[in-house]
């Protein structure tokens, strides 16, 4: 009888041996899914990569656009005045030719979109 005791007493005992091991994997998954798909995990930090790389190319894209600008207005500086592009400058904002120049008006094509040169 005192071996069908023991038998009684080890079964708690695996239970709680298995308890243990039970608990950590749940844990470790838990950690592991949210290192995956959490807020701060790998699939967010994919996802920010890929939004600097967009943002640096908008951002090459725009300081080459600053740098053209930067020469056009230098251009027009009072110490280094290019009187070409003061002349090309004036008669596009105040619509004027030259007293030897042809203008030739066109009549806009419908579906077309005009670009002023």
């Keep these: 009888m005192d ?17 243990i091991p039970f608990v950590c994997i749940v844990v470790l998954g838990y950690f592991a899914y949210h290192a995956v798909y959490g807020r701060h995990g790998f699939i967010s930090w994919l996802d920010i990569q890929n939004r ?5 190319h908008q951002l090459s894209e725009v300081e080459g656009m600053r740098e053209q600008l930067d020469r056009q207005v230098a251009l027009l500086r009072p ?3 290019d009187p070409d592009l003061l002349d090309e400058r004036a008669r ?4 004027y030719g030259g007293p030897n ?3 030739i008006f066109l009549e806009p094509q419908p579906g077309r979109v005009q670009t002023p040169r």
């Design 3 to 19: 071996s069908y005791t023991m038998i009684r007493t080890s079964e708690p005992l695996r239970l709680r041996q298995a308890l």
């Design 52 to 56: 600097i790389d967009t943002l640096e």
């Design 79 to 81: 110490e280094s005045l």
């Design 92 to 95: 596009a904002a105040l619509g």
């Design 101 to 103: 120049e042809v203008v």
